[in-house]
C-alpha cells in the first residue's frame, strides 16, 4: 500500500511595525519618513482611544468635548492622512477601531460617543473614495 506524504510550506512574514505618537508632529514625520525611505508601508491602523469623562451630557462644557475628539477623533485623521498615500501606493489597507457607542450613544458618554460617531463618519467617507480598503473594527466590552 502506498502512503503519500503531503507537505505543506509555511511562509512566515516578519513585519517590522514601528509605533509613532499622533499626538507628536514630529514623530508622524518621522514615521513617514521611515515608511517611505526604509521599508514602505502597507496599511494603518488606529486604534488609540480615551474614555476622559464619565458624566451627564450637560453638566459637561465644549472644552470637555474637544479634548475627547482631540485624541479619538482627530488623532485618528492626522494619521490617517499622513500615511495615506503610501497606503494607497502599496494598495493597502486603514483599519480604524471604533466602538459600539459610534453607532448608539450613552447619556453619560456623550464625549466619547461623539468622537466615535466622527470616526464612523470619517471611515465610510474614506471608504466611498478609497473603496475596498477601509475597515472598521468595534470591538465589544460587556
Not at 488606529?46 to 468635548?65: C, R, S
Not at 494598495?91 to 471604533?98: A, F, Q, T, Y
Not at 459600539?100 to 450613544?105: A, D, E, H, M, Y
Amino acid at each position: 500500500m502506498r502512503k503519500e506524504l503531503w507537505t505543506v510550506n509555511i511562509v512566515v512574514w516578519f513585519v517590522e511595525a514601528p509605533v509613532f505618537s499622533y499626538t507628536c508632529r514630529p514623530s508622524l514625520n518621522l514615521g513617514l519618513m521611515y515608511a517611505s525611505v526604509i521599508s514602505g508601508l502597507w496599511g494603518v491602523v488606529n486604534n488609540a482611544g480615551t474614555l476622559n469623562l464619565i458624566a451627564p451630557a450637560d453638566w459637561l462644557t465644549a472644552d470637555d468635548y474637544r479634548r475627547q475628539c482631540e485624541v479619538n477623533l482627530f488623532g485618528l485623521i492626522d494619521v490617517t492622512m499622513t500615511f495615506l498615500p503610501l497606503v494607497k501606493k502599496a494598495r493597502g489597507r486603514v483599519i480604524n477601531v471604533s466602538s459600539n457607542f459610534g453607532l448608539v450613544s450613552n447619556p453619560v458618554f456623550a464625549p466619547y460617543s461623539v468622537s466615535k460617531f466622527g470616526i464612523e463618519a470619517f471611515t465610510d467617507a474614506l471608504r466611498y473614495t478609497f473603496l475596498y480598503a477601509v475597515v472598521i473594527i468595534r470591538p465589544k466590552f460587556w
